[in-house]
């Protein structure tokens, strides 16, 4: 009982590390990146390439793959996406969508099409006994990196001069600027920021989540979901979406194995029927 | 007004009348239309049969009782819809005399209307439905059926002392006949199935899944997944200590596929599976082929797919020499009844009644030789015929 609901904790943290990135650019920024799981993707490759051809540890992989993602990310924004921040949505779908193709065309010429699979040092393989319970030593792994990472962005958000200049930014941007605030220097950051997050998430998922050419597609549905049903004002609101759904997949794959799949639309659809505005929206309580 | 209708009657029109002027033509070329998913999640399965094909070709020649061979290779990127249209183009506007490859069932089956009404076999080289065969007169298999793979394994689990078992599929076509059929073998002969597990084809972490095989502490538990998915799977059973819980693990050969075993690494060892190919089988045609197989293709080892594809082609060939060049479907299509030969997985024959592959299943066990992880035969079954024919026809 207690195996499955740390798995699920588990399962839910790597969500997050992924969903957040988007959680961040769709909530902060008001974009919507479709093309979010191929940066997940870019990590997990640069991650297998930097693993089995170059023998990099493992370890030191996790920073690289978040640092040249979010260094891509910063790339891409300056030259394609900041030309769409006043763009309508639906031009904003269209173009992260076709960028998910070429980015999965682009990655099956490079990589071929086969699942590609990293060797985890020997110290994070296998389980250990906690308390009685048996837990998976990677998944104890990802749930101390990520809750690092959650403490770490809720005050960066909060409490830093760099937080309140985004929120400003996100709030009112002529204002933001006529205060003396560089936004577009502002959303740089952070869309690489995100999309850096979204690296770092694909290096750690690539050995439970698998990868393959198209991980952006098969992970959309998931990456949207925890960003719905959290709302996207707080950091917090997508934590607990992911939990929630982390928790709610493994247990329902567990308890109801014929039904498991379809356990996480569910809670979904309940929890957007209860709080159509996400989990803490300012809307949310009306 | 050109209807959707009248436009299929006019397309069926033009098959049948492409067909009709066959005979006519001074024909010096056999045209192969190869029909595979070379992108898309099922890529892997396309190259490797591709790479079998052309592996024949290199070591045989292109030249077969007089005729050219001709092979044209098109993409479906496993969309159904996309196979059949391929099918007829290839039919209608190239006039291929063989089609050949069909990665998945359901790609196999949607050419069924096609090769009946254009009267030219189709060469199943990848995909294992049992049912496939059954669909048109025109196919022939030259991979294996699902059903072929699991009674052994259902077999050997109950003679070695397996008693209590957990099935894990993937929920699809191949793996509920994997189910099927050992469970029907495995109960026959005194077996328990404990639990039998469904997993969405799409399944990201199969955590929830093996916790719960865990818990219902099985002897062995019986796997199958397609390939790709197979090795992320060998990863978590590892990880969760289900081995040292001392559950074995027991699967069809899909799931220890020679393209990726070396990536799983030491989770993989000691696993036992049940398939009709092994990159280590010990026999002069495999070591030949293996070794033209790799050093036209980079290194990569063949897998049970790409052998496939081997003897399908093999299968033209030897159908075309036993016809004396007339490469006419129906004339094919008898020859290819009945033919048997050695192939690099062992002997096989097509089955003259239902067009289906009979060759031995060999159970394996995952080891290291040489600094690489092989499937290692260690039994026999000899002339397995699709059991769910075979018992069709209550043989």
Redesign the interface.
């Known amino acids: 009982m207690l195996?499955?609901l740390f798995?699920g904790v588990a399962?839910g943290m790597l969500l997050f590390i992924i969903a957040v990135g988007l959680a961040i650019t769709l909530g902060l920024m008001n974009f919507i990146n479709l093309a979010h799981g191929a940066f997940a993707m870019a990590g997990g490759y640069i991650t297998v390439v930097l693993m089995n051809r170059y023998g990099v540890s493992f370890y030191l992989c996790l920073p690289i793959a978040f640092l040249v993602v979010a260094a891509l990310g910063a790339l891409l924004e300056g030259t394609l996406y900041r030309r769409l921040y006043s763009a309508p949505h639906l031009d904003q779908v269209l173009f992260s969508v076709g960028l998910v193709f070429m980015s999965v065309?682009a990655v099956?010429y490079l990589m071929?099409?086969?699942?590609?699979?990293i060797?985890l040092p020997p110290e994070l393989?296998?389980?250990t006994e906690i308390f009685g319970i048996?837990v998976?030593r990677?998944?104890l792994f990802i749930t101390a990196v990520c809750a690092v990472l959650v403490v770490a962005l809720q005050l960066v958000l909060a409490k830093t001069r760099f937080g309140s200049q985004l929120r400003a930014a996100v709030d009112d941007g002529r204002v933001a600027r006529g205060l003396g605030i560089n936004v577009s220097a502002v959303f740089a950051l952070t869309f690489a920021f995100g999309s850096g997050l979204a690296g770092l998430g694909g290096a750690m998922g690539a050995?439970?989540?698998?990868l393959?050419p198209?991980f952006p597609l098969?992970?959309m549905v998931?990456f949207l979901i925890v960003v719905t049903v959290g709302g996207t004002s707080s950091m917090t609101g997508p934590f607990l979406a992911a939990l929630l759904l982390g928790i709610a997949?493994?247990?329902?794959?567990?308890y109801f194995?014929?039904i498991?799949?379809f356990v996480i639309y569910g809670v979904m659809v309940i929890m957007l029927v209860l709080r159509p505005h996400g989990l803490f929206s300012r809307e949310g309580a009306r | 007004m050109i209807t959707r209708r009248s436009f299929v009657a006019a397309s069926a029109g033009l098959a049948m009348s492409a067909l009709a002027a066959i005979p006519g033509h001074a024909q010096e070329t056999v045209k192969v239309g190869l029909i595979l998913p070379m992108t898309g999640p099922f890529a892997s399965t396309g190259r490797q049969v591709e790479a079998g094909v052309r592996t024949y070709m290199a070591m045989h020649g292109d030249t077969v009782a007089g005729k050219k061979i001709e092979l044209v290779v098109r993409d479906d990127a496993s969309t159904a819809d996309q196979t059949r249209r391929i099918a007829q183009e290839l039919v209608v506007n190239e006039g291929v005399n063989v089609l050949g490859g069909f990665g998945l069932t359901p790609l196999a089956l949607a050419v069924a209307p096609v090769i009946n009404q254009a009267k030219i076999p189709a060469v199943v080289m990848a995909a294992a439905t049992s049912s496939i065969t059954e669909q048109s007169d025109y196919y022939v298999r030259s991979s294996f059926t699902l059903p072929q793979a699991s009674v052994p394994v259902g077999t050997w689990a109950a003679e070695n002392g397996l008693k209590r078992v957990v099935t894990l599929v993937s929920d699809y076509g191949p793996g509920i006949d994997a189910e099927t059929w050992f469970t029907k073998e495995f109960t026959a002969k005194g077996g328990e199935i404990v639990e039998a597990v469904r997993v969405p084809l799409q399944n990201p972490d199969f955590a929830p899944y093996l916790q719960r095989v865990r818990d219902a502490d099985p002897d062995a538990i019986f796997v199958f997944l397609p390939s790709g998915v197979g090795s992320l799977f060998m990863k978590q059973f590892a990880d969760r200590g289900l081995a040292e819980a001392g559950i074995k693990l027991i699967a069809t050969g899909d799931v220890t596929d020679d393209d990726l075993l070396n990536d799983m690494g030491q989770p993989a060892l000691g696993a036992i599976t049940g398939h009709h190919y092994s990159a280590a089988h010990d026999s002069p045609e495999n070591k030949a082929y293996v070794e033209a197989f790799k050093s036209a293709h980079n290194g990569m080892r063949p897998n049970f797919m790409s052998v496939g594809g081997y003897d399908g082609m093999h299968l033209i060939y030897a159908a075309l020499e036993k016809t004396g060049g007339d490469a006419t479907g129906e004339a094919l299509i008898e020859a290819m009844k009945g033919l048997s030969w050695t192939s690099p997985r062992g002997p096989i024959t097509i089955d003259p009644q239902t067009r289906d592959i009979v060759q031995n299943i060999y159970m394996r066990e995952v080891k290291e030789a040489d600094g690489e992880l092989y499937n290692v035969e260690f039994a026999t079954y000899e002339a397995v015929k699709d059991p769910a024919k075979a018992e069709a026809s209550g043989q």
Do not use: C, M, S, W
């Open positions: 195996t499955i798995d399962y065309a099956h071929g099409g086969q699942q590609q699979l060797h393989n296998g389980r048996g998976g990677y998944r050995e439970i989540l698998g393959d198209n098969k992970f998931y997949d493994v247990a329902g794959k567990y194995p014929q498991g799949a």
